[in-house]
Nanobody, 125 residues
Framework: VQLQASGGGLVHPGGSLRLSCAAS????????VVWFRQAPGKEREFVGG????????VYADSVKGRCTISRDNGQNTVHLQMHSLTPDDTAVYYC???????????????????WGQGTQVTVSS
């Protein structure tokens, strides 16, 4: 499966953004799909996502309550909706997918074989 992340840009603090991860070559509904982000000089950080077959997304504490991840099976896409953005949310955001994910390893980048190219989100006034 090939993944294409989009929707990044420049947002003012307190603003909102919706990122999309569109898939080709496979149905995302058959994969666990998550979002990571990586700020300059920092390690890749788990944001949230779905286990394969999961109906409820799991979120990192850093974004819980500000973030909604949803599947659009008709469009073969997973969305990441973020609001109340702060400069700490500035990063390159990546979507990733895997056929099988050990439950406790959902947040580990090494769990994922398929990655989108990343989309830059910059939160600044």
């Amino acid at each position: 499966v090939q993944l294409q992340a989009s929707g990044g840009g420049l947002v003012h603090p307190g603003g909102s953004l919706r990122l999309s991860c569109a898939a080709s070559g496979g149905r995302l509904s058959a994969y666990g799909v998550v979002w990571f982000r990586q700020a300059p000089g920092k390690e890749r950080e788990f944001v949230g996502g779905f286990h394969r077959g999961g109906t409820r997304a799991v979120y990192a504490d850093s974004v819980k309550g500000r973030c909604t991840i949803s599947r659009d099976n008709g469009q073969n896409t997973v969305h990441l909706q973020m609001h109340s953005l702060t400069p700490d949310d500035t990063a390159v955001y990546y979507c990733a997918a895997a056929n099988t994910i050990i439950y406790s390893q959902l947040g580990a980048p090494s769990s994922y074989a398929y990655w989108g190219q990343g989309t830059q989100v910059t939160v600044s006034s």
